[in-house]
Structures are given as structure tokens and as C-alpha cells.
């Protein structure tokens, strides 16, 4: 499992106002895989982010779920092409990382 959870939190909300800062425009939305599958976080209300998380110069990619967990799918493809081949959730001491929604 992944640890080094509170760093996540950090660059996720310094990252979403980056963008707004900088009056930057989205870009069309399209679905992400996992191997052969459509990254599925069901319920709705994910929360992803591309992150270069463990340092090898891929974008890795981290869903924060509506159950308060987080997911993360590291990229064994390249820059230009992602690719992910299932995730695994963070931990914080040894248990999944959870930030409560209710």
C-alpha cells in the first residue's frame, strides 16, 4: 500500500488553484482505463488527480472516492501515453486513508 498521504492534500488543492490562477481552460472530459476497464468509482463524485505521486517522472493518477477514500493507479506507460493496471489505496500508519464526508 501507499503511504505519505498528507502531501496528497496539499498538491491536490495547490494543483486545482494553479489552474484558476493562471485563467486556464478545461479541456474536453474523457474516460480513463485501468488495463482493459473504464477506472469505475462508484458512487459518483470522484475526485481525480494527476500527480507525478512516486517520483519517476510519470504522471500517476490519484481518485479521491465519495466513500472518503483514496485510490491510486500508478502510470506504467509513458508521458505521453498513461497507462494504469489497477490501483491500490493509500494508508496513513497502516490503515486505509479516510477523510470522513459525513
Same mark, same amino acid.
Given at each position: 500500500?501507499?503511504?505519505?498521504?498528507?502531501?496528497?492534500? *496539499?498538491?491536490?488543492?495547490?494543483?486545482? #488553484?494553479?489552474?484558476?490562477?493562471? @485563467?486556464?481552460?478545461?479541456? !474536453?472530459?474523457?474516460?480513463? $482505463?485501468?488495463?482493459?476497464?473504464?477506472?469505475?468509482?462508484?458512487?459518483?463524485?470522484?475526485?481525480?488527480?494527476? *500527480?507525478?505521486?512516486?517520483?519517476?517522472? #510519470?504522471?500517476?493518477?490519484?481518485? @479521491?472516492?465519495?466513500?472518503? !477514500?483514496?485510490?491510486?493507479? $500508478?502510470?506504467?506507460?509513458?508521458?505521453?501515453?498513461?497507462?494504469?493496471?489497477?490501483?491500490?489505496?493509500?494508508?496513513?500508519?497502516?490503515?486505509?486513508?479516510?477523510?470522513?464526508?459525513?
Amino acid at each position: 500500500m501507499i503511504r505519505n498521504t498528507k502531501i496528497i492534500f *496539499i498538491m491536490a488543492f495547490m494543483s486545482c #488553484l494553479s489552474v484558476f490562477a493562471a @485563467g486556464q481552460s478545461m479541456e !474536453k472530459p474523457f474516460l480513463l $482505463k485501468s488495463g482493459n476497464e473504464t477506472i469505475d468509482c462508484s458512487p459518483p463524485y470522484a475526485a481525480p488527480l494527476c *500527480i507525478d505521486y512516486d517520483n519517476d517522472g #510519470l504522471q500517476d493518477l490519484i481518485v @479521491g472516492t465519495f466513500r472518503g !477514500k483514496f485510490r491510486f493507479y $500508478k502510470n506504467v506507460g509513458t508521458k505521453a501515453k498513461p497507462v494504469y493496471n489497477g490501483f491500490q489505496l493509500l494508508q496513513a500508519n497502516g490503515k486505509d486513508a479516510v477523510v470522513k464526508n459525513w
